[in-house]
């Protein structure tokens, strides 16, 4: 108790809880994405619940996670050397989940294009199966991104309490952005082509990362946040040509 009183009246430790909070809400904008899109192919009526658990169990794990920091920072210890470069556990979870991330990409991108590819669907069969391979598929991506969260958590402050208030504030976030995101991205098929061209791009970051390649975050959220401007001002055009057109009419 003393210690976190101590923190409260800490400057430093506000600087770093606000720091760590905007970091964690930007990490978790990849993972919203991706349970966005994903129970977006669920039915309607089980969207919510799927969304709902899917960031519950990425709350679970970043605060186990946070439990087991010590853990969490042997991960960054070489496992083996290949061409020269060493790899740990973290590099290696880092490339398998970019390679999902890449893989399932690419099957939503040509499952949107392929006109002849509608009877498939990306999730699953029925919709028992549907639920529970979305629900698998978000946990495979939750544990990611949380390894990497927490990774990035441990870099920033020594201090477990500002760690967790940051982790709950991210996840708060997500849980108010999860619908309102979903229910965007669903009206607007080019968002949705978009957003999965922002998994492509995350897949192959966390890919280039884990072989030891830093790609500087900053450059890949501006790079998104331009494209998703880009993508807006279509919009806009778009509607008002169609107003347009209408009130010609």
Do not use: C
Request: net charge neutral.
């Amino acid at each position: 108790m003393d210690s976190i009183l101590a923190l409260m009246q800490d400057p430093a430790a506000w600087i770093a809880l606000v720091t760590l909070v905007v970091m964690e809400v930007v990490l978790g904008i990849d993972n919203l994405i991706f349970i966005s899109i994903l129970t977006n192919k669920l039915p309607p009526e089980h969207r919510e619940r799927a969304r709902r658990i899917g960031i519950g169990l990425a709350l679970v794990m970043r605060l186990a996670l946070l439990g087991t920091v010590a853990w969490i920072v042997q991960l960054t210890t070489p496992v083996f050397t290949l061409f020269d470069h060493p790899f740990s556990w973290k590099d290696m979870i880092l490339i398998a989940g970019g390679l999902f991330l890449v893989w399932k990409a690419t099957k939503e991108i040509h499952h949107n294009v392929d006109p002849v590819d509608h009877k498939e669907d990306m999730v699953g069969g029925a919709v028992t199966t549907s639920f529970a391979s979305a629900i698998g598929q978000i946990l495979v991506l939750d544990l990611v991104f949380s390894i990497d969260s927490i990774i990035t958590a441990v870099g920033m402050t020594p201090h477990l309490p500002i760690m967790v208030v940051a982790v709950l504030a991210a996840v708060t976030v997500m849980l108010l952005a999860a619908t309102p995101l979903a229910n965007f991205i669903e009206k607007n098929p080019t968002i949705v082509m978009l957003a999965l061209a922002f998994l492509l791009m995350i897949g192959t970051t966390l890919i280039a990362e884990g072989m030891g390649l830093h790609v500087p975050k900053g450059y890949i959220y501006a790079a998104m946040a331009f494209s998703a401007l880009v993508e807006v001002l279509n919009m806009v055009s778009r509607n008002a040509r169609q107003r347009k057109k209408s009130g010609g009419h």
